[in-house]
């Protein structure tokens, strides 16, 4: 039995996605622990693409039970969407398979649109998807839960409760369009019945399961560096991005978690505003952006790109307790002459080897570089370590011993086999 949670190191987009799907082999359940439709995960699975925003990767995978847990913010449309598109490409997404907890909080139209109408002025690079609104009403005690959605009387009693408070603030204070009650009541609660065969308390189906031996996957979305605590707040995401949030976020105690592993793009990307240290705005970046198609699979965004940068990196282990690294998109260095890492910031002349939380400071930071060899080589077909090119080996080697911690996984491309497996983590 272990119980593995999977984090990103850097500010999203990792590939954490592929690694779950890799790791759901040997994994009975599968758990999504914070978050909403804000992440997406794109997984190549033989010729077929298939992108998730709620339900986790697992589903893929037949007699797995994926759980979404109580930190997780949802919208009732979408993951209806998601449910539809899945059973049509032919996956089990029944009640057996798939579990929804009771206590996690439903995003309203009005979330969306307080979202939408915000961003235009405060430029936080939001996705919309009222994410940050919803986790708001959570924290005021107004919001609306699963447990609630399913219940047509409550649901009723709880719109009416904040209904006028909402309808007010879109259109006296953010100058929109206001909703119209009884039609909102309706869809909801439509919504609602469909979606309540999956509504369970979940934090008893995993202690029972754990238990009982089972495996139990951990799934994050985002980043370490998006934290709402430890990010770099504003520019972050609106829940707790780090592994402790694992346990906040499904019902589960500490005590069983067993391994943290952190995935670690081999270069550094981030969608939306927010500083970037290590950033590329020239034809570097580009390549990287192109060679990586980094661009978001929830917004269809282009990703700024980077060379890797240790302190982040530093940042995320610590706040995490990372115990081992998937590093990831390894191919998409290949054919590079020459690659940079980044190892301290500079300021004022002094080295600054943590991640400032004064974001003053981000404007004129500059940055210590180590240089290593690049590779020519494509690797993507490569399935053994040894096989890599020496140089290869070498920037891994590298990144062990700067960070001290080991790989365990090393992911050579986008599909499910292009993986090099360095432990074995169940």
Same mark, same amino acid.
């Given at each position: ?8 190191? @850097? !500010? ?21 622990? @914070? ?13 077929? $693409? ?15 039970? %994926? ?65 940050? *609104?919803?986790?708001?009403? #959570? ?12 219940? +047509? ?18 259109? &006296? ?22 979606? $309540? ?43 707790? &991005? ?21 995935? %670690?793009?081999?270069? &550094? ?16 970046? +580009? ?19 980077? !060379?890797?940068?240790?302190? =982040? ?42 991640? *400032?939380?004064?974001? %003053? ?13 690049? !590779? ?15 140089? %290869? #080996? =070498? ?32």
């Amino acid at each position: 039995m272990a119980n593995v949670v999977i984090v990103g190191t @850097q !500010w999203g987009d990792e590939g954490k996605g592929k690694v779950v799907d890799l790791l759901t082999e040997r994994s009975d359940l599968v758990i999504r622990f @914070q978050g909403g439709n804000n992440a997406g995960h794109t997984l190549v699975v033989g010729d077929r $693409k298939v992108i998730l925003h709620l339900i986790p990767s697992g589903i893929l995978h037949k007699e797995k039970l %994926c759980v979404i847990g109580s930190g997780v913010v949802i919208d009732p449309e979408i993951l209806l969407d998601e449910i539809s598109a899945l059973k049509t490409k032919g996956y089990d997404v029944s009640p057996e398979s798939f579990a929804i907890s009771d206590r996690a909080h439903v995003i309203m139209p009005y979330h969306k649109m307080i979202d939408h109408a915000r961003d235009t002025t405060q430029r936080i690079g939001t996705t919309g998807r009222g994410i940050g *609104p919803a986790y708001e009403d #959570k924290a005021r005690r107004t919001g609306i839960r699963m447990i609630d959605l399913i219940n +047509e009387d409550m649901l009723g009693r709880k719109i009416e409760a904040i209904f006028d408070e909402k309808q007010e603030y879109l259109t &006296t204070i953010l100058k929109v369009k206001g909703l119209n009650k009884e039609d909102l009541i309706n869809k909801f609660k439509d919504m609602g019945a469909q979606l $309540k065969p999956y509504v369970k308390d979940t934090s008893v189906i995993l202690n029972e399961a754990s238990k009982k031996g089972k495996n139990l996957l951990f799934e994050g979305a985002q980043g370490g560096n998006l934290d709402m605590d430890y990010g770099t707040y504003p520019y972050v995401t609106s829940s707790n &991005t780090v592994a402790g949030q694992a346990c906040v976020g499904t019902g589960i105690g500490p005590t069983m978690i067993d391994t943290v592993l952190g995935i %670690c793009k081999a270069y &550094t990307t981030r969608v939306g505003e927010g500083p970037f240290p290590t950033e590329l705005e020239d034809e570097i970046g +580009e390549r990287l952006r192109a060679f990586g198609g980094e661009y978001g699979s929830t917004t269809g965004r282009p990703r700024r790109c980077g !060379w890797l940068d240790l302190v =982040a990196l530093k940042h995320s282990i610590r706040i995490s307790s990372i115990s081992y690294l998937a590093i990831t998109k390894l191919d998409v260095l290949s054919g590079l002459d020459t690659i940079k890492v980044a190892t301290a910031y500079k300021s004022n002349g002094s080295i600054i080897e943590n991640m *400032p939380a004064d974001l %003053c400071m981000h404007p004129d930071l500059g940055l210590v570089f180590d240089e290593l060899p690049g !590779w020519e080589e494509n690797i993507s077909d490569i399935r053994e370590y040894d096989k890599l090119p020496e140089n %290869c #080996k =070498a920037y891994i080697s590298y990144i062990e011993k700067k960070l001290g911690v080991d790989a365990a996984i090393v992911s050579v491309g986008p599909k499910r086999e292009e993986t090099i497996i360095l432990k074995d983590l169940f």
